[in-house]
């Protein structure tokens, strides 16, 4: 939606419901860079300082994250979730794959139930990428595309809540997936140490297409506690 131009009183804090609302309506999405802070300013017609202001204020609610020299993104959808996301950030390896079990066990049952066919298509379109950098030893779009595949699967839910919430807490989830399931910091180009292919997630993409929710679930329950026993290592 159009950013509409501000009155002259309480500036900042119009501004910073006029931000806010560009990350409700996800015209802003959660890793989006937002306009420069010029580009505010003439779109919201108040100084830069005002839009710096509001740009601080929504950072410091974890909405927002300043990057010096790259710009400021999206960095949560709501203040619930900036928050969660820098707990998680601060907590230990064994606590975030937990909270991913409670998130990710629950998506698979709820897929299973509610998928469409263009959520198995994106489901399925994930698990051949996945196989494909496997082959060709690229663990960087390995990670890339298990990351893919889940996300997939929470969006197969149709649950809005749980999938903003999964998109809140998206950068950690992606870091365990590459500090525990593959063995690796993430960036890194090595095989993982693991025998065959990473965690096998055939059995939840199967249970999820053929309507199978408390299966989806086992599958779920199963891959995360392998990722939990491989961090205990």
Same mark, same amino acid.
């Given at each position: ?14 501004? &910073? ?28 017609? =108040? ?7 509001? =740009?601080?204020?929504? %950072? ?5 994250? &300043? ?17 969660? $996301?820098? $707990? ?18 629950? %998506? ?14 994106? &489901?399925?379109?994930?698990? @051949? ?12 779009? *390995?990670?890339?595309?298990? *990351?893919? *595949? ?18 809140? &807490?998206?950068? =950690?989830?992606?870091?365990?997936? %590459?500090?525990? @399931? ?48 491989? %961090?205990?290592?």
């Amino acid at each position: 939606m159009p950013l509409a131009s501000t009155r002259r009183t309480g500036l900042v804090d119009q501004v &910073i419901s006029q931000l806010r609302a560009q990350i409700d309506s996800g015209e802003w999405g959660v890793g989006d860079r937002i306009p420069t802070e010029s580009e505010l300013s003439e779109q919201l017609e =108040v100084g830069r300082n005002t839009v710096r202001e509001a =740009v601080r204020a929504l %950072a410091h609610a974890g909405l927002l994250e &300043i990057r010096q020299g790259a710009g400021t993104f999206v960095r949560a959808s709501s203040e619930l979730g900036g928050a969660l $996301r820098r $707990r998680l950030e601060r907590s230990r390896l064994r606590e975030n794959l937990e909270v991913r079990r409670a998130l990710e066990v629950e %998506a698979a049952r709820l897929a299973a139930l509610r998928h469409s066919d263009e959520d198995l298509a994106d &489901i399925d379109r994930a698990m @051949a990428l996945r196989e494909e950098a496997w082959r060709a030893n690229d663990m960087g779009a *390995f990670v890339e595309a298990d *990351f893919t *595949f889940h996300r997939a699967v929470v969006n197969a839910t149709h649950n809005s809540l749980l999938i903003e919430l999964y998109d809140d &807490i998206a950068q =950690v989830v992606y870091a365990s997936i %590459a500090h525990t @399931a593959y063995g690796q910091d993430e960036g890194s180009t090595e095989r993982p140490s693991s025998d065959g292919e990473g965690v096998d997630h055939s059995g939840l993409s199967e249970a999820i297409r053929e309507a199978d929710p408390a299966r989806a679930a086992r599958e779920a329950t199963c891959y995360i506690d392998e990722l939990l026993s491989l %961090a205990e290592e």
